[in-house]
């Protein structure tokens, strides 16, 4: 008991125990849906760091970390099989954690109707991760008209600059 | 995502699909407009035990989908939720905070962090730190009652009775008719049956002095709140409460005053205003190490008037003051509200700390035993009835003829 008080804050509930818990693990089972390969040493030391980091701090910049360099490590694998597929559920499960953990302190109780609404969002989140898994192993890039790729990065520079206009005048306000 | 479509990685664009469809929801999310938060307390004025509701007043929820609030820990103060962390979400209703003060004295409670958060997350406005509020705290009423009447009632309000006759409506005897007697008085059954004019006699309703001398020199124990052990100034506090609020309660006019380096003196009052001033004053009472007792204790009570010293007894210079004031005539009653603050503990018996309490025990023994002798009964707080056995054994000494030199 005197451990569990060093390691968590007097009050703490036990759903928030437990989506931290999710906050470490998540991060850490996606690197191990790799093996047998094993990943490079320093990212098999900074992703358990970083995703312990995070469940202290959800709301902390310190999450995007682990995100990062898992989904780095697959993408510089790029191995485009269906373990891509299940790395995206659990980092967006991580993800999911931290938002719920990031409401409040690790007192606040977890409110059942707020996790529903997260699982349905996070449902809804999951559609496009099949589809683009789907275009990138079935769509050739050599077949494609040239204006897609012209109307693609129209696209996102678009989406870039909204995002950050919509970030900057949040700010200052 | 964008990385992974400009730098060609098909993995980033697959893993990072989720995560864009979350970023471009929580900014359309937006919220326009800033919110005007505050929060309300139920009641402003509570004993201790009792509790209040914090309600959180927002002037503008649109864009706003959850509510976080916690209440900062204060001492002496529980919350509900336990830790003082409470959210929802605002389709319902704003989330609640119940805060109880569990002692006595001046307790600041309310102050609590607020962050609101947009639909998906995506905004944050806050924490903003909502400012504490104080107000004292009263006394619990326990609950005391006595039906035993003050020794000697002077006035002519209240419920107990008095020795002398007078136009009452209690009934006191029949006798035979008198020159000045009113007509109103014949009890025409009796006069009838015996041929003589009687009438019926009844006592003056008088009402008592009561004075309520509290020790705020010393606090002796470790207070737990009312959940827990009681310090010997939450047992004075706490009797002198319940003695207060039983005598107003019974038209007892009712004075306090406090020992204490900064004494505090309620004259004698009525009423329900007077009972909240005398809880008022409770509520406010400090030790202070640099308190000195008096050497006598000036009430300018009348020889009619009862008073109940409530003390543990440790200061000499009170026990002497007491002893002057049953000199003086006046009805005086020592409480004792040492409680369990001297309890001793399992432990070395030679221990330097154990040794001084012993001592301190030894001496106020003494100085107990001294009022005794002198007459002055010295009777434990007990809560209800503690005061019945003696009042009626000082009823008794005050009607018993006396020879004066």
Known sequence: ??????????????????????????????????????????????????????????????????????????????????????????????????????????????????????????????????????????????????????????????LLLATARLTRSGSSS | MTGGVVLGQEVLVVLAAPFAVLAAMGLAARPRTAPLVSAQLDHVRLHEGQATTSRLEVADLDGVEHIARVALPAPHVATRPAYGAAGSLVDEELPTIVFSPRRWGRRAVGAERVALTSAWAGWVWGPLDLPERGFNVLPQTAPYDSRAEVPQPDGLVGRHRSRRLGSGTEFEGIRPFATGDRLKRITWPVSLRTGELHVITTRAEQDAGVWLVLDGLGDMGVSGGIDGAASTLDLTVRAASALAEHHVRTGDRVGMLVVSADGTRVPLGSGARHLQRLQGTLARVRTEARGVAPDRLDLGAGAGSVVYVLSPMFFTPLVTATATLQRGGGSVVVIDTIGDAMTTRDGDRLELASLASRMQKVERDDRLQRLAELGTPVVPWRGPGTLDTVLQQLARRGRAPKVRA
């Open chain 1, 1 to 158: 008991m005197a451990t569990t008080g060093r390691l968590v804050a007097p009050g703490t509930t036990r759903p928030a125990i437990a989506l931290r818990a999710l906050v470490i693990a998540l991060p850490c089972l996606a690197l191990a849906l790799a093996i047998p390969q094993v990943p490079h040493w320093f990212v098999l030391v900074s992703v358990p760091l970083s995703a312990a980091a995070w469940a202290r701090t959800p709301d902390h910049a310190v999450g995007i970390v682990p995100l990062v360099l898992v989904a780095g490590w697959w993408a510089a694998h790029g191995v485009v099989d269906w373990r891509v597929l299940v790395v995206a559920v659990l980092l967006l499960g991580a993800h999911l954690s931290a938002v719920l953990l990031s409401y409040g302190p690790g007192t606040l109780p977890v409110d059942p109707r707020l996790v529903r609404l997260w699982l349905r969002r996070a449902l809804l989140a999951l559609v496009p991760a099949p589809v683009a898994w789907l275009s990138v192993r079935g769509i050739d890039p050599a077949l494609a008209p040239s204006w897609l790729w012209l109307a693609a990065a129209s696209a996102t520079a678009a």
